[in-house]
């Protein structure tokens, strides 16, 4: 079967107003920052907000694509302790943990701070993990913020936070793990296995089967960056539903390639998502802005926080995606921002060889929105420079006759490879996608 495009608009309106309305309404309070993370330190970022009141605007919340709260425990009297990596947090209680992520050269252990805010209701667990790259810094940002925001007398269910996943590869500003093994192709892991493969199986084993839903936090790499949107197989029903609960964040439908956390956790029957924004090796504070409230709201659809997020735009999804490439290498200028929408035919950015002047365009070879572009460098030919999420126009070619039409992988089973190219194999892991897609 042929790869078939698609946009599905999930209705959503957005929340700022609400929100500041709520913090003026004579009732509300402005809460005490709830109890200060230790390796974060100083003051959040956002306001620690208290919950807003129960939602006055159920009308509205009918054009919310998914507005239900996942199914959780109704009996508070069931709602005990959770247990993980041997330590039992009560309801209504945060606790710093440790993670251990296996040994240094010097043979020290490294200990990773894993959070949980265990919260006073019942209700689903929700991780966020971040710099499973280590130089993928915008994750580790959003992932403190949330930490900062969720309050453990307020919260049903659970947030467990780990914003440095990767900390052997972050404290070198590094993508990977100090032999060059990439953490991120390990996963689940085992216990025998390779120091990635040992690190990957610690950590899944005890912390992300604890999880009911995981976030895994990325950016572009190597000079890359994307639109802030998620990959997620939705081929999968649970994740798919996921998927709809983000707001207006864009979802590129990508089966995950193995090895890679969110595809064990989906495996694993836990649904995952990628969450891309941005670029590697900065801080971006748009998309962490951007990154708080997509989960803010994500909170709010689980039932864990009493929140009602409304967002005006719609949800795009896309089901295809291209890359397009430099033909002839040189310096590579565009002035073309990711998310914006493009046509057949459009130069969206010029090839110049720096010694002779000449140059080439890059020409779109499709309608549709750029997800993802490398940024201005010197660029070989054949280098992947501008990724463009593919709009059907056929209004026919929806979500749901996609579902159950093509419940099988129809280019492959390793879409984020050109995100995440294998140390040393980008240019085979990049042919490996355009084989999938073609
Ligand atoms: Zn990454």
Redesign the pocket.
């Known amino acids: 079967m042929s790869p078939r495009a698609c946009v599905d608009v999930r209705i959503a309106m957005k929340c700022t107003c609400l929100a500041a309305t709520l913090l003026l309404t004579p009732g509300a309070k402005l809460a005490a920052n709830p109890t200060p993370l230790e390796p974060m330190g100083g003051t959040p970022a956002i306001n620690t907000l208290p919950d807003a009141p129960p939602d006055t605007t159920a009308g509205s919340a009918q054009l919310v694509g998914h507005n239900e709260a996942d199914p959780v425990q109704t009996v508070s009297s069931k709602w005990s302790a959770i247990d993980i990596l041997g330590t039992l947090v009560e309801p209504g209680t945060r606790r710093k943990l440790h993670w251990n992520a296996g040994q240094s050269f010097s043979g020290n252990t490294i200990n990773t701070p894993v959070f949980v805010v265990r919260g006073a209701k019942p209700g689903p667990t929700l991780c966020l993990t971040a710099a499973?790259?280590g130089d993928?810094l915008n994750g580790v940002e959003i992932t403190r913020r949330i930490l900062s925001y969720v309050q453990e007398n307020r919260l049903s269910g659970t947030v467990v936070g780990i914003p440095i996943v990767n900390l052997l590869g972050f404290s070198r500003g590094s993508r990977y793990l100090p032999d060059r093994r990439d953490l991120?192709r390990y996963f689940p892991g085992h216990p025998t296995g390779s120091s990635a493969s040992r690190i990957a199986n610690v950590f899944f084993e005890n912390v992300i089967r604890k999880c009911d839903r995981l976030v895994d936090f990325?950016?572009g790499?190597f000079k890359r960056t994307n639109l802030p949107q998620l990959r997620a197989d939705l081929t999968n029903p649970a994740v798919r539903k996921f998927t709809g609960r983000f707001g207006a964040t864009a979802v590129l439908h990508k089966f995950g390639g193995h090895g890679t956390l969110r595809r064990a956790a989906t495996d694993a029957g836990i649904p995952a998502v990628a969450f891309e924004l941005g670029e590697p090796s900065t801080l971006q504070l748009d998309h962490v802005e951007f990154g708080v409230k997509a989960i803010i709201a994500l909170l709010g659809k689980l039932g864990m926080v009493n929140r009602f997020s409304l967002w005006s735009e719609p949800q795009p999804i896309y089901y295809r995606s291209r890359w397009l490439r430099a033909h002839r290498g040189g310096i590579l200028t565009s002035t073309m921002r990711v998310g914006v929408r493009v046509n057949e035919g459009d130069v969206l950015g010029v090839v110049t060889n720096p010694l002779n002047n000449e140059y080439a365009e890059i020409l779109s070879e499709f309608d549709g929105r750029i997800l993802g572009r490398a940024l201005n460098q010197f660029v070989l030919p054949g280098f992947a420079v501008f990724h463009i999420g593919i709009e059907s126009r056929d209004i026919d070619e929806n979500v749901d006759s996609f579902a159950t039409e093509s419940m099988e992988p129809y280019y492959g089973s390793d879409g984020d490879d050109i995100?995440?190219p294998l140390e040393g194999q980008e240019d085979s892991a990049e042919r490996l996608v355009d084989e999938e897609l073609h």
């Open positions: 499973v790259h993928e991120n990325h950016t790499s995100d995440e």
